[in-house]
């Protein structure tokens, strides 16, 4: 059974909430990135400190001072001095262990008195312990009892004598006993009035130990979000740069397809015209000549117009098609020039299918012949030459004109500029163009772009 769907409200208040949160963590972390490592640091020491000062106070902490009644005392102090009595009481010794009265009878009377250590005596051995002298050594600290008889006491006499000391002796410890009992309890009485009474007792109640670990935790957190963030935002901020740079890249590309385009559209009417009229006038002084010039012109129409679109779609086309419109141009310019024009092209089939931009070694024919060629009056030899070196795909035009500038008909060099700049834009480094003197006179314009095949189909009707 499904479960049933959460209502509206709470699911929008929840991505509300959700959409709140993202949005503060991003900000928090776009500031964490900004501050430098030393301003984290102290931050995170002034909030650790700050977080150990709040657990102590409120609201965090609580402080419920009390007062409480004690009835017993929490260290014993010193006992006071017992109450005075009008009848003073003799130190009463301790009667843990039997005590043994030793027993003395001469003829002065009788002697009852405490002994240290000795068994109970009979009165036969008391009587001769006295009569040979030796008494047991006595324990001055319990009392003690003597009755003096009158001379010429019988045994009767002495018996009661005796009775009548062990009875004070019983009487004497009993109220010694009793003595000992009493000052204790008025000695514990006396303690306890002392001690009683009240006192302040404070409980603290304390809710803010957590603060502390919550800090920690916190700056923690803050120096991972920093670290990975950062990192974030560097790659966002690379991946920024590399596609404006690719879109600035293919901007400038466009540019200078356009200026080509341009330029093409400046040379070709202008040739095309020549052209026409040229094949106007040899059809009425030497139509041979003319329908040869003609054809040319449709082959150098067919091979060049759709080659241009794809051109620019792509940027690159291979060789054959570039020489499928040099050949019928140059053709055409030799039936105009007759005798003062030789043409060499020097390709290997298996160059044919390499990839080269398109319109690059028109426009280099082009002002050869222009510049170089035409303004000579003797004319002179134009050579297409390309081949592999240094496994790269070098394309040479060659001619034995009048030289790099020294035409009147010189260009400005904004042809071999836009040449330049689009082989930047389509291979970086690894293409160049390179402009030589040639021998005996002229120059030699040599293009070199990677070498890279692709496949060839054949342009010629």
């Keep these: 059974m499904n479960a049933a769907p959460l209502p509206p409200t ?30 984290f640091v102290v931050l995170s020491l002034a909030l650790i400190i ?11 902490t609580w402080r419920i001072k009390e007062q409480v009644l004690f009835d017993e005392p929490v260290s014993q102090p010193e006992p006071p001095a ?13 009667l843990d262990k039997p005590v043994h009265f030793e027993i003395s009878i001469d003829d002065k009377g009788v002697r009852i008195s405490p002994r240290k250590g000795a068994a109970p005596a009979t009165a036969a051995s008391a009587s001769a312990s006295a ?6 050594e006595a324990d001055d600290s319990l009392p003690g009892v003597r009755i003096d008889l009158p001379q010429g006491a019988d045994t009767e006499q002495i018996r009661s004598a005796i009775e009548e000391a062990q009875q004070s002796i019983e009487e004497s410890v009993k109220d010694a006993r009793e003595a000992a009992q009493e000052a204790a309890r008025e000695t514990r009485d006396a303690v306890r009035e002392a001690t009683r009474g009240t006192r302040k007792r404070t409980t603290v109640i304390s809710l803010g130990d957590f603060l502390s670990n919550l800090s920690v935790l916190l700056v923690l957190a803050s120096a991972i979000i920093k670290i990975t963030y950062k990192g974030r935002i560097q790659a966002e901020v690379k991946a920024a740069q590399a596609t404006e740079t690719a879109e600035a890249e293919s901007l ?11 330029m093409q559209a400046q040379v070709e009417p202008h040739f095309l015209f020549n052209t026409l009229a040229s094949i ?28 241009m679109r794809e051109a620019n779609a792509s940027g690159v086309r291979d060789l054959g098609r570039e020489l499928a ?46 510049h170089g060629l035409e303004p000579k ?58 402009i030589t003197e040639n021998q005996p006179s002229g120059c030699v314009v040599c293009i070199t772009v990677p070498y890279r095949s692709r496949g060839y189909e054949g342009a010629q009707a």
């Design 325 to 370: 419109v040099i050949k019928p141009y140059l053709e055409i310019l030799k039936v105009r020039m007759e005798e003062r024009l030789n043409t060499v092209i020097d390709v290997p089939d298996g160059l044919l299918s390499a990839e080269f931009p398109p319109m690059m070694m028109q426009s280099l024919v082009e002002n050869a012949i222009k």
């Design 131 to 136: 009569a040979s002298g030796n008494e047991g």
């Design 280 to 307: 106007d006038h040899l059809i009425e002084t030497d139509p041979p000549r003319a329908s040869i010039m003609q054809k040319n012109l449709i082959a150098l129409l067919r091979a060049s117009m759709p080659t």
């Design 377 to 434: 009056a003797e004319g002179g030899t134009l050579t297409v030459k390309a081949e592999i070196l240094h496994g790269k795909l070098a394309v040479s035009v060659a001619d034995t004109g009048l030289g790099f500038g020294r035409a009147a008909t010189a260009g400005t060099g904004v042809g071999l500029a836009n040449i330049r700049e689009r082989l930047n834009l389509l291979y970086g480094a690894k293409a160049a163009v390179s």
């Design 82 to 94: 017992p109450p005075s009595s009008s009848k003073p009481i003799k130190a009463v010794p301790k």
């Design 252 to 262: 400038k590309r466009q540019v200078v397809e356009a200026r080509m385009a341009a």
């Design 50 to 60: 700050a977080a150990n000062i709040l657990q102590d106070l409120p609201p965090f």
């Design 10 to 39: 709470i699911y929008s208040r929840w991505q509300s909430f959700a959409k709140a949160v993202v949005a503060g963590f991003h900000v928090y972390a776009s500031w964490l990135v900004s501050i430098s490592w030393r301003r």
